[in-house]
DNA sequence: GCGAAATATGCGGGATCCCGCAAGACAATC
DNA sequence: GATTGTCTTGCGGGATCCCGCATATTTCGC
């Protein structure tokens, strides 16, 4: 084994024509890379990763089997140097923060999405995995943005409570989940209406366009892409295990 | 012209890679066919369709702009007897329903996974364009007869009632919409949130697991994937068209 | 330390939701 | 026609949710 340039990348990707793309593009941009796993989801993923102690990884978010969130948080669990680069189709605010709240102090990761040029792809693949660099695409870099600063965006209080009724909790659920008093949780759920701009307009008349406005919320923050299927998932998956050591 | 083979696809479809894996496709099952189009999203796909009198479409279903669903039912809308191959990653029965809710009678479609092999893929396009057939993959016939056959799906009223909680009304508003009594709606609800084994477990001791059950009705079906984005998108959409008219 | 602002909590009432009970409407079957 | 089944509607009550008002607690800047 030469002491230079020996590099393994791993990649995770649902789609194979996808898979295929990024090989080439890995293979193209890092020449010292001399081998190239792939696994098709993010359950073998995890696997793969852990079986090689693979250090550089791209995948992507969206994955039936287990998505790469999930897989990037047991992956990074284990071993938090680990250098992953994101691969999405979207920039929804659920997938970045999803992103935002799992990369560990300090790690190297990036975030690119892939309607991309190639030479971005590759740009990124060679800041992240041989430069040690974040590098997250300008759209992403917005949306995180807008997230974090609470302009227009949620604080983490909010976006809690709104997984939590996307859930399906009752108040006094919520309550006892974020050791909160029964009221508190209301309140927050009026500071939640209020930034999804989600009202009851009991028209002049008394019958105008009428919502239930914890149901409303979740149907908007859908439709803003706040949330979205794997975010739920994961939700779920957190209650469930919450449930259990209740 | 030659008064045979001459013939025109329509590639309507949002990754370039999959759009250029499916040109080739195309090619290579239909030799008769002298020109293929592409389109990068619904909207264009539906200007060219009309521009072009497109007879023979083939189109994914979750696209950014105008997603396939929508898409489909104005090009059929227009000209009834357009042949639509529909080549999605997913077999959501939210798009299953989709679909079978806008083809017109008699029309010949297809709906093929993108998992699926090059030859289905070839064959459902030469069987769709050429021989006027419907072709349905496996996976996805299972999951329309499961949906239509309701020993363990869901009738079209519970799934309507499921959409109008899902975009947060009131059920004196649901009521409105679907001209029933509230207590009507109340039962539907009811039937719904059994169909969905929702209930809230008052548990012996008095506090267990417990669920807003509206809420948590939304949760499971999004879970389930009997919506998903599109749905609410479109359903979205129909609410505010039914609101203006109103 | 000390006000100011934000947040958490309690109380209470009106609106909505969840749902058992029962009576009428309609269709299908025998 | 009688019966059975499904669907609809009304009534009523208990639980939950929505939210205004008032008080405590925490956080922050100075």
Redesign the pocket.
Known sequence: MSKEATMEVLIIEDDPLHRSYLHDAVRAALPECDTVLEAENGRIGEGLARQHRAAHIVMDLQMSERNGIEAARTIWKERPDTRILFWSNYADEAYVRGVSRIVPEGAAYGYVLKSASDDRLKLALRGIFMESQCVVDREVRGMQQKSLGNSHGF?D?EYEILIDIALGL???MIARRQ??????V??????L?EKLDV??R?GDDGDEG?Y???SRAVSVAFLRKLINYSALERAEAELNEWLGIK
Chains 1, 2 share one sequence.
């Open positions: 604080t209080v009752t108040d006094r050791n909160l008093s029964l009221r508190s209301q309140n927050r759920l009026q500071q209406y009202y009851q009991l009428r239930n406005l914890r």
